[in-house]
């Protein structure tokens, strides 16, 4: 194993451990700039964990104020004849009420048969060739098959094999084993409707023996419905543009009508409005944490000297317990009439569950005003969200900058002075090396003289 002479000088050097008490009091300002930039990085570190947490109570209040997400008053809505008329969503829905659905024919997709015709037989090779046009939903295509010396379930084959291929997102060809030594072409449209009817023409060569047909008159495709004695016609048995924010199944024809009922879905609420309390304290909790100071033990967070972050969280207490000015005169107007209140530390918690409940039951439409109202509790907290996460000029970013230039400026005098501390172990090694070398020559004259005062009697 090599050695290097500077290792070899270190191991043997009897005055190593005063260089290294040398270089430790010199390193004593690089070591204090290095706690101040770690100091910086935990400040920064804390900003964006701040700036997180934000931004997950903007994004909730984003939802919570988006007219197509009822959050905070979702209906439910049930049937009394899930066989016939099923509920899928009310997500949209913003009125309670009741609808009478009769359904009077179902959508279905067209299909289209050949004749039945035997596996082994050539019939459909007579001539040598079978060609037709086939459309359906808006698109068309040509089919042509030389049919020469081929049986008519290898023709059949051929045939679906190309229309699978030019019409397969909205066509599904197959032929089927009928299991007495006969086979049958089938054409089946992808989607149901009368938009996706199926339709052939120039039919020619060995392509008329398939007496193909349509299974459903065009007019037989749609869905029939009435919705309190008015009259729709859909596509799909998916019926989401009939009432308004619901969504509903058509599952099979109705001999009396089907009552979908739609209330007020307290629970629900009480669960939105519980995650939103949530995201705030989270929110408030993090901006406390960060920016504390006691005064008893000197503890304190690493943004405690920011005000303008710490000032973050009384601006959202402030949000959520002022009156909503538009609501002046009606019975809800803050937080407090629905039995939310805030601790004296900023945490949001339901102090009265029943007010909760009775409220949303009873006045659910204001609940949702003194949130999602142009003055409400939503609005005035995305403002002071947004002050603070986002802009090219956000609080945020703007401490974060602040931070970052300091950093920056840390890192030139550590490596500095890491340099100073370079330069300065070569001199000291050098300085104790001639040392070394000066003690070593007198030793060798002190021997030298002990020598030849022996040699001559003292």
């Known amino acids: ?267 629900t609420a009480i669960k939105n409005i519980k995650s939103f309390i949530k995201k705030f304290n989270a929110a408030n909790s993090i901006i406390r944490q960060k920016t504390h100071l006691n005064g008893k033990t000197g503890d304190k967070g690493p943004l405690q000297g920011d005000r303008s972050i710490r000032n973050l969280s009384y601006s959202l207490r402030q949000d959520a317990s002022l009156t909503v000015g538009s609501m002046s005169g009606q019975s809800i107007q803050d937080l407090a009439n629905i039995g939310i209140q805030l601790k004296t530390d900023g945490t949001m918690y339901i102090k009265d569950s029943s007010k909760l409940k009775n409220a949303l039951q009873t006045s659910p439409q204001e609940v949702k005003q003194l949130f999602t109202a142009s003055d409400g509790i939503i609005g005035k907290m995305q403002t002071t969200i947004n002050q603070a996460i986002t802009g090219s000029s956000n609080l945020l970013d703007t401490v974060k900058n602040g931070i970052n230039r300091k950093i920056s400026m840390l890192d030139k005098r550590i490596s500095a002075q890491k340099e100073y501390l370079k330069q300065k172990e070569t001199s000291l090694r050098q300085q104790y090396a001639q040392l070394l070398q000066t003690k070593s020559l007198g030793q060798n004259q002190m021997k030298a003289i002990s020598l030849y005062q022996s040699q001559f009697g003292g």
């Open 1 to 267: 194993m090599n050695i290097s002479p500077n290792s070899v000088f270190k191991q043997h050097n009897p005055y190593e451990q005063v260089i290294q008490e040398l270089l430790q009091l010199d390193g004593r300002k690089k070591r204090q700039l290095q706690a101040q930039e770690q100091t910086l990085n935990t400040r920064k570190t804390a900003v964006s964990d701040i700036g997180s947490k934000l931004s997950s109570l903007n994004s909730l209040l984003t939802t919570y104020n988006d007219p197509t997400n009822n959050k905070l008053n979702p209906l439910t809505a049930t049937s009394t004849n899930k066989s016939a008329v099923s509920v899928l969503s009310t997500s949209g829905l913003n009125n309670t009420g009741s609808y009478n659905i009769s359904v009077s024919q179902l959508a279905k997709n067209d299909q289209v048969l050949s004749g039945s015709m035997s596996s082994s037989g050539t019939t459909l090779s007579s001539s040598g060739s079978a060609s037709f046009t086939l459309s359906v939903g808006g698109s068309s295509a040509s089919i042509s098959v030389n049919t020469t010396g081929m049986t008519n379930k290898g023709v059949m084959n051929a045939i679906a094999s190309q229309v699978n291929s030019k019409l397969g997102s909205k066509l599904k060809a197959s032929v089927f084993d009928l299991g007495n030594g006969n086979s049958q072409l089938s054409f089946k449209s992808v989607n149901s409707g009368q938009s996706s009817y199926i339709s052939f023409s120039n039919v020619k060569g060995d392509a008329s023996s398939l007496n193909l047909s349509n299974q459903y008159s065009k007019s037989a495709l749609d869905a029939k419905f009435t919705i309190d004695n008015v009259s729709f016609q859909r596509s799909s048995n998916k019926v989401s543009d009939a009432i308004q924010g619901m969504t509903f199944q058509l599952k099979q024809v109705t001999s009396q009508a089907a009552t979908i009922n739609a209330t007020n879905d307290t629970q």
